[in-house]
């Protein structure tokens, strides 16, 4: 492992930035990492707020995760979603009886007027999780999918329930224009002991996109002297968890790691590709953005922590070229 411990702050959507979350937290102590997650697909369901990739995220470093469904907790029953569909309840997004209980008391505390940054916080701590880990913002935002039919769906609806079937066209982030980055992230990307800010191997434009576009994120970026770095979430041209290839695909755009440093340009200092792309580094540095191969598909917690480590040592590499605009 490398000597170097710098301050990270890394953007996560669900299960492939969760990975890497993990090897991170792993590596360095808990005031050297911040965790910061995609809430743009959060919603409503039942009556409870659900944050799917906060909750990834949680449960990954809490060590509960459903390390088979991607989702979810281990070791989870199914009696609520089983009494609901006797009762003929909504039941295309699976609840699982513990996973309920998140929300439940999310949703408690959130009446009593705390923000989601607050109970994602309390959440934590019950769980005994020691690196900290928040909502990108505490404003309501919703990611909506356009499709090639003219309907308009919620994020959810798009994945989970028509289970990525409609043809993508574009996507809309409802609410953005008025939200913020939550006091945690913002505080992070003004922390002038920042040394790397890393885009997890997520979904560029469902996880990622939303989280960059908050008003101000941005230019905190951009005046921080910590360098960018993508992972890249296309290995061999081939997303390795979710629908970003598809919608690439239907985008019109090549579906390929260049492809997503292309569609960064302009906001990141690094990326970084797998080994089985090693023949698009020139093409990507072509584009003005240094890139480095290692392998980042991660199979074991050794392979988390050690690409983990890769990205930190290139951080650290970058940090002397960065200058803040």
Known sequence: MSSIRPKCLAISGGVGGAKLALGFAHILPPEQ??????????????GLPICPDLDTVM??????????????????????????????????????DRDLATHILRQQLLTTGASLSEVTRTLCQRLGIQHELVPMTDNPVATIVQTRTGESLAFQHYFVRDRCVPEVIGFEFEGLAAALPSPGFLAGLQDPDL??????????????????????????????????????????????????????????????????????QGR???????????????????????????????????????????????????????TPS
């Open 33 to 46: 990492l911040l965790v910061v997650a995609n809430t743009g697909d959060d919603f409503r369901h039942l």
């Open 59 to 96: 449960y990954t470093l809490a060590d509960i995760n459903n390390k088979e469904l991607g989702w979810g907790q281990q070791g989870e029953s199914w009696n609520f979603i089983a009494a609901l569909t006797q009762l003929q309840g909504e039941t295309w997004f699976a609840l699982g």
């Open 195 to 264: 040394s790397a800010i890393v885009i997890c191997p997520s979904n560029p434009f469902v996880s990622v996109d939303p989280v960059l576009a908050l008003p101000g994120t941005l230019t905190a970026m951009r005046a921080s002297e910590a360098p960018v770095i993508a992972v890249s979430p296309i290995v061999g041209g081939v997303a390795i968890k979710g629908p970003a290839a598809k919608m690439m695909a239907e985008l019109g755009m090549p579906q390929s790691a260049l492809a997503v440093a292309k569609h960064y």
């Open 268 to 322: 990141i200092d690094g990326f970084v590709i797998d080994d089985q792309d090693a023949d698009l580094k020139s093409d990507i540095e072509a584009l003005g953005i240094p890139t480095i191969v290692t392998n980042t598909v991660m199979l074991t917690l050794a392979d988390r922590t050690l690409l983990a480590t890769r990205v930190l040592d290139f951080a650290h590499q970058l940090s002397t070229t960065k």
